[in-house]
């Protein structure tokens, strides 16, 4: 079985030959992959190098904790990989995002307007949560399409806040 | 004399406290909020009472509902923990009224130090030197504050009067953003100590965060613990704490400790507390302000003098004497303190809310965790969020830093992000391990991103362990595979797993 | 000078020496059984290499295997830990001869002091006075040991001269049950070491077992560390273990300490060992045996002394000083280390074997926990019983009691029995409260029984939530509820709980 | 609903009146219990006293852990008790006792023949598991009806050895 998987950004080849060997970008190695019971960890030796690795489900695909280290990966197979090729891959990108809150909390400011012109990391807007105020930044350049909250609003987690075309 | 103490607060600290009295041998009243029914100080008391809905204001700040139950309960003693009520004097001032003890100072020394204006003024009297700023203790309007600034001087920092912790703080470089920022810090002053009043205080540039921490008995006896190194701080929280400090020598302890003893005496103070103070480049140090209850902090100050402080508290409060001298107080190794938040730090430290599905505590030689969350604790956006403090003592300075890598790496938390990641590139920075660092060193100097960047990284490894789990995960749902006690797949699987993270 | 140590043990000492190598930068090799795969030792190596199948004989006795891993994967050092093969001479030398440094003593060292009738005979010249025995360094069959039997005086103790731990030891009260005692004593030697002989000592009544520590250097720097108390034993095996020893005073501990390092002086010795004695109730003391390894109970010492022992013995065995001399050795506080085993102490002690379902660890001030099983770890009938151990540190003998009696009460074990309740019981027993204790304690005078039945019990409680828990699960099964994200009921139910149990 | 619970040999009437609401041999309490979530933990707050019970399936119902306490529970409603009384209850006690082992592991020796008379207590055999010898005793008087193991043999977990009538 042979999927396509990318760790933020960087895409392997992997082949999972039979239980004990894998090959990765054409490279064959030899596996103990072994899950722990009762706890979402796997203890993987490769090489007799021996790795822990902490597994979650994230937004898209699972989230990977090695050596302290968190890894965002997505493994698709050949056929879901053509799939989304047809459909134009990354046009998602380009289009529109809607900003979400990412905790409950009550909207201090709003600091941009409809049609305003944003570049990746300007302050968008402020939520208090937590006890503390929290600068929610855009994630890419832009335009405000829609704003969807006013200060002294509360919003609910994942409520739909703003959004940029 | 009570044997019977209510805390309240909740969370770590609780359970710090509810420790304490255990090993005290005292029966303990726990209260907690709807959202805090399954929390650990809950389960751990030996009495729990309901408070009220989730939010602060309708729980742990209805100072007369826990009162009520203090009286209901029998409980002798109130331990406030830190925040909520812990500084409030009106609050100790009613648990006395009450006939009950504060586990703390008196409502007097509170309100005279617990007020930063009034305990600014304190210090001058004493002849303690105090960072420049709005003199006097009236209130003050924005209109009043906004004519006083150009005389304290640019950069200067707004700061609750009734405050702590950074909250309600602002810093200010100019007269126009000062009304903006004078507003906001209101707000979160009122937010969190139901008082939104305010002073200025000149920004010393350069400066170290130290601390010195006091106990006292109703004796008379004042001792210091010597001190704490709190500059690594972010927002004006800190987030990383030492004892000693790096840049501590016997003679400014000396002197520090002694002005920090003179300033208990001077409010004939009780119970423990901290002098605050910023020491510059010369070693000349300024009164801060006092903190007039346990801190978050209080750990390492633990690990290096081997007193418990909160057990002489509690013993203080029953009328003993403190049980050691100025004398018997050595510093032995040093400490470090990681305050673990459900913060992401590689995206501006959001906050973090969610269930923590899995939680592995670092455990073994010289390593203490204080905590109050376990695996399916859910982080609600009610509370701060601070999960955890991670607590190493190490033989030198530089054991205890290689002791706080090892611990970090120990410490796995899945389900909320953590900054986990920051203390770790902390603890690699070369500036932290030279012990070169001011209060500003961790906004405008130190970047995780550059420490992290020369690590080596294991993608390949992220990249096989990914798609193994998802290849046997697509494997079941295809055959649909039996579950017996013994699967012969090699990269089994665990429904637990499966259910928690769908 | 090496850099990466292979660990050649598996469970919490294992993942003790792991941690001391993380903190020093060392790599680390594990090796494991087909057992351990999953063990907190493989996953917190760098590298692991299995051994062979589970039984202790063709894995983790497997001297030659090991040697071959270490060399292959470019450990410089091994460190045996304690049981295993830490105590065998030829090992020692083995390793040495491969050009591999052996963290431990040389050789020699231990086949003078290892061999406990060589290490005897070896006190007996420098002075030391030793408890009366079958005196001579050859092995003795069982007709000779006989013959023996009535001179070295009934009591007496069969021991294994590989041994430590109470292994191969029994107790013999007359000639007639000798012959079964030395049979069934060999087996057990010769399973637990590999070798079977056995040698004879006089059963010293009304003692108590104190034992002194030592740490030295390449350089002839023997410094002792002070004592601990291990009388509380069951079978020969140390149940639990305090420091400093309630009967202990500076003149004995003078003498006691200067003996051990004369011992460790006369056979050249380098790293951690320990000088078992016995003292009677006129404190003489007599040598008993030397362990020339790291102790099981070794972490009390630490939490006393401050001295981190592991960390020091690699120190050394890369050729460093020992960090400190004598004098710098000073007992501050004191320190009790529970040893909690998979045992059922209302059953006679039965091990148990099974799936820790559900574990929750102590914490917070004061408490060290050194383990390697998790929730979620099988205990297999192949290895010992013990699965971890809960050490606490107080200001006084008294505190710590107080706190261990907290620690053991947070420690939560579901799935398979512990000794827990033994413990509490210890803890509870005003005959270890006053220190009035000897060797023979716990199997004659203590009973958990009449300690536990003086408590309060909550049968009515324990009655109340085993109906509802299994009213809910019968609500469940009858209506076949469905599993939504929030459920109204009350007493909701867990799936994963109800799977992990059925 | 109506149980019969036996905590330990003694009987409990345990009356389900609502959520919130439970009666103990008569006495109404209020009760507010909850699970702890993703654990074997339950809380429980009568009368404001705080309990926190540790749950597992023993060999026949519940083990309860409570304060340092555990607890033999077995449940059983009205009609299971009905049930077990008109099938003559507590039968099974003098009936054939078999001994089985509570750990793999290798039979030392045995102590007793068949047709010998034993108390309760008497050692039967020993056991060597774990690197320990252990003494397993006779759980009641009776007489030894069969032996299904003899020194040297190795045993299975929860295999037979011999049986007491």
Redesign the interface.
């Given at each position: 079985?042979k999927?396509i998987?990318t760790?933020?950004e960087?895409e392997?080849l992997?082949e999972?030959i039979d239980?004990?060997h894998?090959s990765?970008d054409g490279k064959v190695?030899e596996?103990?992959?072994?899950?722990?019971?009762?706890?979402?960890?796997?203890?993987?030796?490769?090489d007799?190098?021996?790795?822990?690795?902490?597994?979650?489900?994230g937004e898209e695909?699972?989230e990977?904790?090695?050596?302290?280290?968190?890894?965002h990966?997505v493994?698709e197979?050949e056929r879901e990989r053509r799939l989304r090729a047809a459909s134009g891959g990354a046009v998602a990108q380009s289009g529109t995002l809607h900003l979400k809150a990412?905790?409950?909390?009550l909207i201090?400011a709003v600091s941009v307007e409809v049609g305003q012109e944003v570049k990746k990391g300007d302050v968008l807007l402020i939520l208090?949560?937590?006890?503390?105020?929290?600068?929610?930044?855009s994630p890419r350049d832009g335009v405000i399409s829609r704003i969807e909250v006013g200060a002294g609003d509360s919003v609910e987690?994942r409520q739909k806040m703003l959004s940029i075309e | 004399m009570f044997n019977k103490v209510l805390i309240a607060n909740r969370g770590e600290i609780a359970v710090r406290i509810l420790r304490a009295c255990r090993e005290l041998g005292l029966q303990t009243v726990a209260i907690y909020s709807e959202a805090d029914r399954q929390a650990m100080h809950v389960r751990y008391a030996t009495e729990a009472y309901l408070l009220g809905p989730a939010p602060s204001s309708e729980s742990y700040l209805r100072g007369d509902k826990i009162i009520e139950i203090a009286l209901k309960s029998g409980a002798g003693a109130i331990h406030p923990g830190y925040g909520f009520l812990a500084e409030r004097a009106d609050f100790a001032q009613a648990v006395e009224d009450a006939g009950l003890e504060f586990i703390g100072p008196s409502a007097s020394a509170i309100a005279a130090m617990g007020d930063k204006a009034i305990a600014r003024e304190t210090m001058m009297k004493a002849g303690v030197p105090v960072v420049p700023g709005t003199e006097g203790t009236e209130l003050l309007s924005d209109e009043e504050l906004l004519k006083l600034a150009p005389d304290v001087g640019f950069p200067l920092l707004i700061k609750a009067t009734a405050g702590g912790g950074g909250?309600g703080m602002r810093e200010v470089t100019n007269i126009e953003e000062m009304p903006t920022l004078l507003k906001?810090a209101r707000?979160?002053a009122k937010?969190?100590f139901g008082d939104d009043n305010v002073y200025l205080e000149k920004l010393i540039l350069g400066a170290r965060h130290i601390e010195i921490q006091i106990l006292a008995d109703k004796h008379g006896n004042v001792v210091h613990l010597t001190e704490r190194e709190c500059s690594l701080q972010r927002?004006h929280q800190k987030l990383l704490e030492e004892a000693p400090s790096p840049i501590m020598d016997d003679d400014l302890r000396k002197r520090m400790g002694a002005v920090a003893v003179q300033a208990g005496q001077a409010v004939n103070y009780e119970s423990a507390g901290t002098i605050e103070c910023l020491v510059d480049s010369e070693k000349n140090f300024y009164f801060l302000e006092m903190n007039t209850r346990l801190q978050v902090e209080h750990p390492i100050t633990e690990l290096v003098t081997g007193v418990d402080i909160v057990k002489e508290q509690i013993r203080v409060a029953r009328g003993r004497k403190l049980s050691f001298a100025q004398e018997d107080i050595q510093v032995k190794g040093a400490a470090i303190e990681c305050r673990i938040n459900?913060e992401d730090p590689h995206n501006?430290f959001?906050?973090?809310?969610g269930r923590i599905?899995?939680i592995v505590l670092p455990s073994g030689p010289g390593v203490r965790v204080d905590t109050g969350v376990y695996s399916g604790f859910e982080i609600t956006?009610?509370?701060?969020?601070m999960i955890s403090k991670l607590i190493v003592w190490g033989e030198t300075r530089a054991q205890a830093i290689l002791r706080m890598r090892r611990a970090?790496?120990e410490y796995?938390v899945?389900?909320v992000r953590t900054n986990?990641?920051f203390h770790?590139a902390m603890m690699d920075s070369h500036r932290f391990m030279g012990g070169q660092f001011d209060t500003r060193f961790v906004e405008e100097e130190f970047s995780m991103e550059e420490i992290?960047e020369g690590?080596e990284?294991?993608?390949?490894?992220?990249?096989?362990?990914?798609?193994?789990?998802?290849?046997d995960q697509?494997e079941r749902a295809a055959h649909v595979v039996r579950r017996g006690e013994r699967d012969t797949?090699?990269?089994?699987?665990?429904s637990?797993?499966e259910r928690?993270?769908?």
């Open positions: 079985m999927y998987t760790i933020d960087k392997f992997v999972i239980d004990r894998v990765i190695v596996v103990d992959f072994e899950s722990i019971q009762e706890q979402p960890v796997f203890s993987l030796i490769v007799e190098k021996s790795y822990e690795a902490y597994v979650y489900h695909g699972l990977v904790l090695v050596k302290g280290r968190l890894y990966s493994v197979d990412p905790m409950p909390g201090v208090e949560s937590m006890k503390m105020q929290n600068e929610l930044k987690q | 909250k906001s707000r979160e937010a969190a927002r459900a501006n959001m906050p973090s809310t599905s899995h956006p009610y509370y701060d969020s970090l790496a796995k899945v389900g986990i990641p770790q992290v690590k990284t294991f993608p390949d490894i992220a990249a096989i362990v990914a798609t193994l789990v998802m290849h697509t797949s090699n990269w089994k699987w665990l637990r797993w928690l993270n769908r």
